[in-house]
Every structure is written in structure tokens, then in C-alpha cells.
């Protein structure tokens, strides 16, 4: 069981926006950057978001970030096909001195 | 660019010892922004951050891990290593390593992964 709750699977139609929450305490997100990571199938995971709302070089304005209190949230507007894949948030958890990934959340563009 | 690769071997008898290295090209591991770092993902599931090390030797491992995990650098190779003792077949997993931002811990970018199976 992960310390990160995340919904274990979303779905949406191509062109549609999806969020996917990522739920955890005050000792993780609550004081701690989020980032959130994408894994194409039979890929490694890419960073998509870093310090909670931050993208990469590259990575499109389609993703976006956003934390509040204990939660954060990542956004895609304009699903395409292609955005199919797992996505994972993580954080620094300070009390257990230890890095957490929420459960992965699968995206399905219908 | 940078890049990252693990190599080493692909099946490993229970009880024995996960030996993995993680070639660094493109940058030097020496650098003082970053840590180096192990995460694997058993077949079908979640990641799991094993640990992470910085270039003068510093670590941090999961506790969940901590008493048989060992991770090492030789800044003269560019190369960071992990070793795994007494392993069984829950340590069956996809071992990826990555970059990470001090400070701020997110991982970037990541190497493309090898599978290890635990297996006699």
C-alpha cells in the first residue's frame, strides 16, 4: 500500500481534459515539492512535472501541476492517444526520511 | 545529453546477492546538484525507491531496504552501483536508476531499466 493515494485508474476522450489526484499528509506533500512522472507502456517513467507545477524542457503545455495542503493534482487538457500511459506522483516524506510514489494512476484515452 | 544505463546480470539465484551498475554518461556524477539514484517496479506494480547517493559517498536508503542494500560510486568511472543481499523472489523488479535533484528529490532523467529475476 502506498503512502500517496492515487485513483488507480481515468479515463476520457480524446481532445477532453482529465486531473488526477494524488492524496498524502503533512509530513510528504504537505511540505514537500510534488513531481509527477509518466510511464508509456514498456518505458521507463519520465518526469513530466517538478516542484509541484514546474514542466521540463519539452514537456508540453498540456500538463500542468498544481498542490494544496496535503493534495496535488495533475492536469492534461487536449488527451490524445498518446498520453496513454501510467502516471505517478512522488514526494519526499520528512518523517520517514524516505522517498514515496503514490500507486500509479492509468490513463485511458477512449 | 545525458544519459543513464544499468547493466548487469539478468537472473540471480534466491539468497544470493543483486550486484547493478549504473554508467553515467553525458555529465559527471561529481556534480554538486545531484544525487544518483536506484528505484525499481515489480512486474505489473508501483515503483519503489530503493536508495540514492551522492558523488563524496553520502547515502539515504529506504528503511524498508536498508539492512541489505549497499549503493556505491567510483567517480573515476562515472559509475554508481547497487548491491542487494539475501534476495527472494519479491525482489523480481525492473531496476531503473536516475539522476536526482538535491534538494528537491525529483528524478531526472532515468535510465531505461533491467529486468532482474530471483530464481534457482
Known amino acids: 500500500q502506498s503512502v500517496l493515494t492515487q485513483p488507480p485508474s481515468v479515463s476520457a476522450a480524446p481532445g477532453q481534459k482529465v486531473t488526477i489526484s494524488c492524496s498524502g499528509s503533512?509530513?510528504?506533500?504537505?511540505?514537500?515539492?510534488v513531481s509527477w512522472y509518466q510511464q508509456l507502456p514498456g518505458t521507463a517513467p519520465k518526469l513530466l512535472i517538478y516542484?509541484?507545477?514546474n514542466r521540463p524542457s519539452g514537456i508540453p503545455d498540456r500538463f500542468s501541476g498544481s498542490k494544496s495542503g496535503t493534495s496535488a493534482t495533475l492536469g492534461i487538457t487536449g488527451l490524445q492517444t498518446g498520453d496513454e500511459a501510467d502516471y505517478y506522483c512522488?514526494?519526499?516524506?520528512?518523517?520517514?526520511?524516505?522517498?514515496?510514489f503514490g500507486g500509479g494512476t492509468k490513463l485511458t484515452v477512449l | 545529453q545525458l544519459q543513464l544505463q544499468e547493466s548487469g546480470p539478468g537472473l540471480v539465484k534466491p539468497s544470493e546477492t543483486l550486484s547493478l551498475t549504473c554508467t553515467v554518461s553525458?555529465?559527471?556524477?561529481?556534480?554538486?546538484?545531484?544525487?544518483w539514484g536506484w528505484i525499481r517496479q515489480p512486474p505489473g506494480k508501483g515503483l519503489e525507491w530503493i536508495g540514492s547517493?551522492?558523488?563524496?559517498?553520502?547515502?539515504y536508503y529506504n528503511p524498508s531496504l536498508k539492512s541489505r542494500v549497499t549503493i556505491s560510486v567510483d567517480t573515476s568511472k562515472n559509475q554508481f552501483s547497487l548491491k542487494l543481499s539475501s534476495v527472494t523472489a519479491a525482489d523480481t523488479a525492473v531496476y531503473y536508476c536516475?539522476?536526482?535533484?538535491?534538494?528537491?528529490?525529483?528524478?531526472?532523467?532515468w535510465g531505461q531499466g533491467t529486468l532482474v529475476t530471483v530464481s534457482s
Open positions: 536516475a539522476r536526482v535533484k538535491t534538494g528537491n528529490n525529483w528524478f531526472d532523467p
Open positions: 553525458g555529465d559527471s556524477i561529481s556534480s554538486s546538484n545531484y544525487y
Open positions: 547517493i551522492y558523488y563524496s559517498g553520502n547515502t
Open positions: 503533512s509530513s510528504d506533500i504537505g511540505n514537500n515539492y
Open positions: 516542484d509541484n507545477n
Open positions: 512522488g514526494t519526499w516524506d520528512s518523517r520517514l526520511s524516505v522517498w514515496v
